[in-house]
């Protein structure tokens, strides 16, 4: 796991805390912006996933 993949999922699990915390609180705006963070930091995580992959020398 490189650094990007570690910023990625940590991202992911701020989000979903945010997300939660929204929903519990009824906050709207907090619930949504939590999805977008979670969405975000899953997306960067699989991207550093594909970057990291292709930068692998051939075999």
């Keep these: 796991m490189n ?3 570690l910023k990625g999922h940590a991202n992911e699990a701020k989000g ?3 997300e ?3 929903k ?7 619930e949504y ?3 977008a963070e979670k969405h975000g930091g899953k997306a ?7 970057n990291g992959d ?4 051939a075999k």
């Design 3 to 5: 650094k990007n993949q």
């Design 16 to 18: 979903k805390a945010r």
């Design 20 to 22: 939660v915390a929204g």
């Design 24 to 30: 519990v609180t009824n906050d709207k705006s907090m």
């Design 33 to 35: 912006k939590g999805k």
């Design 44 to 50: 960067g995580a699989v991207l550093s996933d594909v």
């Design 54 to 57: 292709s930068k692998k020398p």
